[in-house]
C-alpha cells in the first residue's frame, strides 16, 4: 500500500461515523474553595456525540448474528474553567505567552482542594434514546505566576471524566456499548 492509499484509507476510516443530535438535561457548575481561598469553578460541555452505525443498523445486525453487538461511541468535549479570586492574589494581567510558557510558571503544584458543592452528574438525552451521565472529577490544580487580563492568577487544572451510558430499557440485553 503506498503512503497516500493509506492516507486515504485512514481518512474513510475517521470519517465513517454518524452524528447524533442530543438534549442538555443538566450541565452544572462543580465548585472548589482551593487552599489559597480561591473559588475554582469547572463545567464539563459535551459538544458532539458520534457512533459508529445507528441504532437501526446495530439491531439489524444483531438479529441476523442472533448474539450480543457492540456499538461504537465516540464524545467530543470541553471543560470551562472559572475561577473567583480574593484581591490580595491578584496581580499584573500577563502578556500573551505560550503554552509551555504557562506550564514553566508552575509555583505551586497540586493545591489542596474542597469540594464545595458536589461533583455532579452532567445528563444528556441522545435521539437515539441512549442516556448519558458524565462526571468531570477534578484531579490537581497548580497555580502559575501568570495573570489573567482581570488579574486573576491562571492555574492549571487536571480532571477526569467519568462516562455511563444508559440504553432504552427494549434494547438491554442486545447491545453493548463502546467508546
Known amino acids: 500500500m503506498t503512503a497516500q492509499e493509506d492516507i486515504l484509507n485512514s481518512e474513510k476510516k475517521t470519517s465513517d461515523f454518524k452524528y447524533v443530535s442530543f438534549v442538555v438535561k443538566k450541565e452544572p457548575w462543580n465548585r472548589y474553595k482551593l487552599e489559597d481561598k480561591s473559588i475554582l469553578k469547572t463545567k464539563f460541555i459535551l459538544i458532539n456525540v458520534t457512533m459508529a452505525k445507528t441504532l437501526d443498523e446495530v439491531l439489524k445486525e444483531r438479529e441476523k448474528n442472533k448474539k450480543l453487538v457492540e456499538i461504537g461511541m465516540g464524545i467530543q468535549s470541553r471543560n470551562v474553567v472559572g475561577v473567583e479570586v480574593p484581591n490580595e492574589l491578584r496581580g499584573k494581567p500577563t502578556p500573551e505567552y505560550t503554552q509551555e510558557e504557562l506550564r514553566s510558571s508552575i509555583v505551586e503544584e497540586d493545591l489542596d482542594f474542597e469540594i ?31 495573570f489573567d487580563d482581570t488579574g486573576a492568577p491562571i492555574y492549571l487544572v487536571d480532571g477526569v471524566a467519568t462516562i455511563k451510558a444508559s440504553l432504552p430499557k427494549s434494547m438491554r440485553g442486545k447491545i453493548m456499548i463502546k467508546r
Request: aromatic residues 10%.
Open 116 to 146: 464545595l458543592n458536589g461533583e455532579y452528574w452532567n445528563e444528556y438525552q441522545l435521539e437515539n434514546g441512549i442516556r448519558l451521565k458524565v462526571k468531570n472529577t477534578l484531579m490537581n490544580v497548580a497555580k502559575t505566576s501568570k
